[in-house]
């Protein structure tokens, strides 16, 4: 039987509410899971709560409740934020759990027997916020080298684990495992740190300082370190989650994912800990980067933190799941800003995959009486084949690829999910089937077009499901297919044709409904929690303290008003670098050329008025600036598929060219 791919993300502290931080590591897990169960693999999915600990132990004592009390209060906050995100954990686990306790005991009498823990006076710098020592030398101006809080001297008598026995161990394992931390820049960061010694590692706190904890099983005086207890909980949760585990479910987990702060314990303490009770290390630890938001740090005292609740109850789950993973390369820092959040939804989501599906349903319904058409082989011509061999690339190999283990590269699945979502949206308007509508001799044509747009989505479904679930859920109900976009790679391997002709389309509400953002972000301060924050230069309709208003009446700047546009307007506009192949004059025409240029991925046809200044001759073998995803035009009876860029404004002085002559058609131009 397969060992199914087991996942974990960090177990976080119910100190306080979840925020964005949380999700992104959960969300991240969750597609990743999906992935795995829509490619055939057994999957068991582990997220929970880290309840003991002085963290904890300290907002109780705040909230004026029983620890216990505080978690169980604090743990529906964490659950129905998962359920309202789609994730799909199969285990949840509390380290408050009675099996889970058994088994932090058992492994701590494991190694206290095995002389691996010893009883020691120790005298050293102690970090409340961290709950961890530090020694003499990692100390700097009386601050703890993590958080960079005060530390003060603590003498006491604790348990130590020989954590520096292994440490030559474990560079050996590091070196030799390229993809056991995960990004490459994380592991060589844990080869740096693995560089200074090793010292061996407190695990108890004198029950006098800290009570919230699991017992020593050898001295009830002591409870364990809450990083001891909390780790144990990657193995406990194999045993007892959920009630009846598989019997092929065995440790070691296929990746834990973690945030850069939590890097080190999981790749020192974590594998020590393992190596000492003989266990197999994890095949990999892979630390993601931080979320600040609008450029600074999250955190209560700047009232900038993110509330995810507040973003999935106004924008939906699949928004922010999509917004957070395409953003930012997984394992580099991204920046949270409800303007490029905004710009996300409308430009990627509405403009795009919205776009997608309502323009097909309704030309389906409007031009095959809502009946998804066949395809007629005769008239399947290139532009049907590019689709085709885009849309399987995706699934067969460019998805596989970038969500390898060691790879995780979520952002790049995603921005080759929306390649194709353009590449949709681009054979619509080049194909017009409007304009085949409008001719009976065209009809076989128009069904073939139709039936490849439906089958796109029919794609689109199966790639866009790990992300955003629902959304996936809800083109296949619109498309009228029959299956469960979650089963659909598994139940019969998706191949191109083999999709929905005769499915009954069912039109229904705009995927993503375009957000207003100059009224949103004028409405949305209650969300902007940072009312201090300087006001983002790149923002033409937010609340700017830099905008004089008057008061009461009169709004900021909309994007009209000002003129300006945001970055995401700009990037609507797709400039390519493109090479002219031919050129030729166009009858009766003083001004006007046909191009025919290549653009990387394909060739097409363009009409320039540049004719005056440049003689066909002229423009074969030139590197031009393309404008790819203009809408085509037929210009004195020929078609354009695009505009290429030039200086002048009555007259064209000269063209936009790239100075290196080496660039490669299909570059994009920004
Ligand atoms: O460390 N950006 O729990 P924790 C990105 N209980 N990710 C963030 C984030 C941010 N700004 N803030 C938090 C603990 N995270 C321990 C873990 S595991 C055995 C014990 C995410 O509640 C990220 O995954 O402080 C980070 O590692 C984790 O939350 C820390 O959660």
Redesign the pocket.
């Known amino acids: 039987m397969p060992k199914p791919f087991y996942i974990t993300?960090?177990?976080?502290?119910v100190n306080d509410v979840p925020?964005?931080?949380?999700a992104?590591?959960t969300i991240a897990a969750d597609v990743l899971a999906r992935w795995h169960r829509l490619i055939g693999e057994e999957v068991f999915f582990l997220t929970g709560l880290?309840e003991h600990g002085q963290k904890v132990q300290q907002a109780a004592a705040q909230a004026g409740i029983s620890p216990q009390a505080h978690c169980d209060r604090l743990t529906p906050q964490f659950l129905n934020l998962w359920k309202k995100l789609g994730i799909s954990n199969d285990g949840f686990i509390r380290t408050t759990d009675a099996p889970h306790r058994a088994v932090v005991q058992r492994c701590l009498q494991a190694l206290y027997d095995a002389q691996l823990i010893y009883h020691a006076d120790y005298t050293g710098w102690y970090c409340t916020f961290d709950e961890r020592f530090w020694t003499e030398k990692d100390v700097e101006r009386g601050l703890c080298p993590d958080c960079q809080r005060p530390v003060e001297q603590l003498s006491e008598s604790n348990y130590f684990f020989r954590m520096g026995r292994y440490q030559q161990r474990l560079i050996e394992h590091v070196q030799a495992n390229p993809s056991f931390i995960r990004p490459e820049s994380r592991r060589n960061e844990v080869l740096g740190f693995l560089q200074k010694p090793l010292e061996d590692l407190s695990i108890s706190r004198p029950k006098s300082r800290l009570a919230w904890g699991i017992e020593l099983p050898f001295d009830a005086n002591y409870v364990t370190y809450v990083?001891f207890d909390?780790?144990i909980?990657?193995i406990s949760g194999l045993e007892y989650l959920p009630a009846q585990p598989a019997e092929n479910r065995v440790w070691p987990a296929t990746v834990h994912?973690?945030?850069?702060?939590?890097l080190t314990?999981?790749a020192v303490y974590w594998s020590t800990m393992l190596m000492a009770l003989e266990m197999p290390l994890p095949h990999a630890i892979f630390a993601?980067?931080?979320?600040?938001v609008d450029g600074e740090k999250?955190s209560k005292s700047r009232g900038n933190v993110i509330d995810p609740y507040t973003v999935v109850d106004q924008f939906g789950a699949d928004a922010f799941r999509y917004f957070l993973l395409r953003e930012i390369p997984f394992g580099q820092d991204g920046n949270f800003s409800y303007e490029s959040f905004i710009g996300r939804v409308n430009g990627d989501l509405a403009n795009g995959l919205g776009n997608l599906l309502s323009r097909t349903v309704t030309l389906i319904q409007r031009c095959c009486r809502g009946t998804v058409p066949p395809s007629h082989a005769s008239e399947v011509t290139q532009l049907e084949t590019e689709l085709q061999s885009a849309a399987e690339l995706l699934i067969h190999k460019t998805m596989p690829d970038h969500l390898r283990a060691d790879r995780l590269a979520f952002n790049r699945t995603l921005e080759a999910i929306w390649g194709l979502v353009q590449l949709g949206n681009q054979y619509i308007d080049r194909t017009a089937p409007w304009v085949l509508a409008k001719d009976p001799a065209d009809s076989k044509r128009l069904q073939t077009v139709l039936f490849h747009a439906a089958e796109t989505l029919r794609f689109l479904c199966v790639a866009t499901y790990p992300f955003m679930p629902e959304t996936a859920r809800e083109v296949a109900r619109q498309l009228g297919l029959p299956h469960d976009v979650s089963q659909m790679l598994l139940a019969s391997p998706i191949a191109w044709g083999d999709g929905g002709a005769e499915a009954v389309v069912a039109k229904g509400k705009a995927l993503f409904p375009r957000i207003d953002a100059s009224t949103f972000l004028r409405q949305g301060d209650s969300m902007k929690t940072d009312q201090s924050a300087a006001p983002s230069p790149s923002t033409s309709g937010a609340a700017s303290t830099a905008t004089p208003r008057t008061e009461g009446t009169s709004s900021p700047p909309s994007q009209q008003e000002d003129g300006l546009i945001t970055i995401h307007d700009f990037q609507k506009v797709h400039l390519t670098v493109a090479k002219v192949l031919t050129a030729e004059r166009i009858p009766k025409s003083a001004k006007l050329l046909k191009l025919q240029v290549d653009l990387g991925t394909e060739h097409r046809q363009i009409v320039a008025g540049i004719g005056k200044k440049y003689s066909p001759d002229d423009m074969v073998g030139k590197t031009v600036v393309v404008v790819a995803n203009l809408k085509p035009a037929t210009l004195m009876g020929v078609a354009s598929q695009g505009m290429i860029l030039a200086a002048g404004d009555q007259e064209v002085q000269g063209l936009i060219a790239v100075e290196n002559g080496d660039v490669q058609p299909g570059t994009k131009v920004k």
């Open positions: 993300t960090p177990i976080y502290y925020h964005i931080g949380h992104y590591t880290d990083w909390a780790l909980n990657y994912l973690v945030g850069k702060d939590i314990t999981h993601h980067g931080w979320w600040t999250m």
